[in-house]
């Protein structure tokens, strides 16, 4: 599993599932806070597509916080103001990047996550699908 996919699981997660995931990866070793968890704001930069400039669309609540764990950094930067989750997913990022024992023993768990919110979106697309409108006019019609 590659951070990108950890960070985004970690995201849509519920923070008791993602707690309970985190102490197993942990493997009863104790995090070490480094920062936080606490509360910051994030600018939210975007790019104007036809000149490509980047501007900043606005600011967004996120929780932060970076563990130690067993020697090895951890960081997580998350939407909302969950400061649990946050250290959840920062322990996950630790015992990830550490490639502790532990991790190994969740990532299928993390994966099944994964896959059953993949199938949830595809559903919601399909639907959304349905709710195409097929517009005319008298000019697209021959007389």
């Given at each position: 599993m ?35 968890p606490?509360?910051?704001m ?18 967004l ?23 649990n ?6 322990i ?25 919110r993949k ?25």
């Open positions: 590659d951070k990108l996919t950890l960070s985004r699981i970690c995201a849509y997660a519920g923070p008791v599932l993602l707690t309970s995931l985190a102490e197993q990866a942990a493997e009863g070793k104790e995090a070490a806070l480094l920062k936080g606490e509360k910051t994030v600018l939210l930069q975007v790019r104007e597509p036809v000149r490509r400039s980047r501007f900043y669309l606005g600011e609540l996120a929780a932060h916080c970076v563990v130690e764990l067993g020697g090895v950094r951890g960081a997580a930067v998350l939407m909302g103001d969950d400061l989750k946050a250290r959840a997913a920062a996950l990022d630790a015992a990830h990047s550490g490639g502790f024992p532990g991790f190994a023993r969740v990532e299928g768990e993390l994966l099944r996550l994964d896959a059953a199938t949830e979106l595809a559903k919601e697309a399909a639907e959304i699908r349905k709710t195409n409108v097929s517009f005319q006019s008298l000019e697209d019609r021959e007389l």
